[in-house]
């Protein structure tokens, strides 16, 4: 029912509308734990299952390989989106950072019933062990039933959870 030009939620629910809630949560949990391992095994046919294009990444990333001079940047096709996680990979590695991740904390926002922003942060470790702590904040999406990345955005660790 359309009240005053707005549907009014509780005819919206009744209705069956698709909502975010717990099991999603879980999904996109196991979609992060899946994703960081094949980044880590450079397993690009299976990372290629948790990314959709158009990917977007703002602003630059946290390897300092940057393929824009833009803090924008589309990348159209999974492939050209496959082609930023093995530069960015290569550029870890140079680095010497060992890019298995341990996530740490998570918070979820929910935008829509298949829309998140993902806000992680993460520890990798350089060669020696001493530790690489970062976060970044991801933009998933619910495709024919699965959750999968189209977004990034690397945040200031110090950043991570805070809300203005």
């Known amino acids: 029912m359309v009240i005053g030009g707005l549907v009014h939620p509780g005819i919206v629910s ?3 509308i698709a909502s975010f809630g717990p099991r ?3 999904a996109i949990e196991q979609l992060f734990d899946d994703y960081g391992k094949a980044f880590a095994k450079e397993d690009y046919a299976t990372l290629r299952e948790y990314i959709q294009a158009p990917f977007v990444r703002l ?3 946290n390897t300092f390989n940057e393929t824009s001079s833009g803090d ?3 990348l159209r096709t999974i492939d050209d989106a496959l082609s930023f996680y093995r530069a960015a990979r ?3 590695k140079a680095q010497g950072v060992d890019v298995r991740s341990e996530w740490r904390q998570t ?3 929910a935008l829509s ?3 998140a922003l993902v806000n992680r942060t993460y520890r990798r470790y350089r060669k020696g062990g001493s530790p690489f702590d970062a976060a970044s904040v991801y933009v998933v999406t619910k495709s024919s039933g699965s959750w999968k990345i189209c977004g990034l955005m690397n945040q200031d660790l110090r950043q991570f959870g805070r809300v203005y």
């Open 107 to 109: 918070r979820v926002t």
């Open 72 to 74: 924008w940047v589309v």
């Open 113 to 115: 019933a298949e829309r």
């Open 14 to 16: 009744a209705q069956g």
């Open 90 to 92: 290569e550029a870890l």
């Open 59 to 61: 602003g630059p990333s």
């Open 24 to 26: 999603d949560k879980v």
